[in-house]
Structures are given as C-alpha cells and as structure tokens.
C-alpha cells in the first residue's frame, strides 16, 4: 500500500474538504501504482507471448499498454489538482503495486492471456471499489474520472477473456 505517511500536500483553492482530498490522493497513488505496474507487465506480454497467435496478442497487448499508461497519467493528474504529490516512478510503483509479479517462465499464447485476465480483473476490482470509496466521500470529479477508467478497463478484460471464454 502506499505509504500515508510520506504523503506531500499543496495548499489549494480546491473546494474539496482536506480530510476527503488527503484520502482520495491516498487511494489515487495506489490505482497509480497498480497501473504503471500493469503497464509494464502487459508490455512485457507483448514482448515475450509465442505461439500461433502471436502477432494479434502482440498487438492486442500493445494497445492494452497503451490504455494502461493513459490511466496512469489520469490518476496522476488527479493526485496533484487535488494538491498531492504524484508517485509516478516505477520503483515507486514496485514498491506499492498489489498486483502479483510477471512470471517469466509464462511465454505460450493462452497462458500469457490467462495471466494478463488475472492481473486487468485484479485492477478492474480495484477500480470499482475506488469508484465506490469515492461515492461515499461525496466526491463526484474523482468518481467519474474513475468510471470513465473503469469502462476502459472492463472493455479491456472482456478482449482479453473473448479469447478464452467458452460457452
Ligand atoms: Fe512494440
């Protein structure tokens, strides 16, 4: 989890209560921390999967990585017009992440999508239930930016299981 402690504020004009901004850059950090981890192992996927289906993983991955980035820049970007410090850095990242690390051995094609299924549910989970958080902090700016994450993220697991979903 992201350490509170170390947590850095900025006064601001900001109509959002301190308590509130100081618990919503907390929960922010770590869906920050979540999505730069998930960015690096889904770009992983697309530099290591083979098989048969390669090259359609390859891109798919890529352009899963390329969303992935994209929320992390929007978390961030919260964080701070809520007056807190982004922490962007990948060993930031690595130090906070919840998501289980990239086994290296896992290289076939439906293995890598059962492995990326695991980790893009992992965070669509987690995003709803920052959605939820926020709701009850009566904080609507940061709920719908999460929403706006969370329909991003639950199109990218629904690609991800249409390749190994059966009737
Ligand atoms: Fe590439």
Same mark, same amino acid.
């Given at each position: 989890m992201t350490k509170t402690t170390q947590q850095l504020t900025f006064s601001t004009? $900001?109509? $959002?209560?301190e308590g509130v901004r100081k618990e919503l850059i907390d929960i922010l950090n770590q869906q920050l921390a979540d999505a730069t981890d998930l960015f690096t192992q889904t770009k992983q996927a697309h530099w290591n999967v083979k098989g048969m289906d390669f090259f359609q993983l390859h891109e798919l991955f890529d352009d899963l990585a390329k969303r992935a980035r994209n929320f992390a820049d929007l978390l961030a970007e919260r964080v701070t017009a809520l007056g807190g410090a982004a922490l962007g850095t990948v060993r930031m990242a690595a130090e906070a992440t919840t998501l289980p690390e990239y086994p290296l051995e896992t290289v076939q094609g439906h293995e890598v999508v059962d492995l990326m299924v695991e980790r893009w549910a992992a965070y669509a989970a987690s995003t709803r239930a920052a959605i939820r958080r926020s709701g009850e902090l009566d904080e609507p700016t940061t709920e719908d930016l999460l929403t706006e994450i969370s329909r991003e993220v639950d199109e990218s697991l629904y690609f991800l299981e249409a390749h190994v979903q059966r009737q």
């Open positions: 004009r $900001i109509d $959002i209560e």
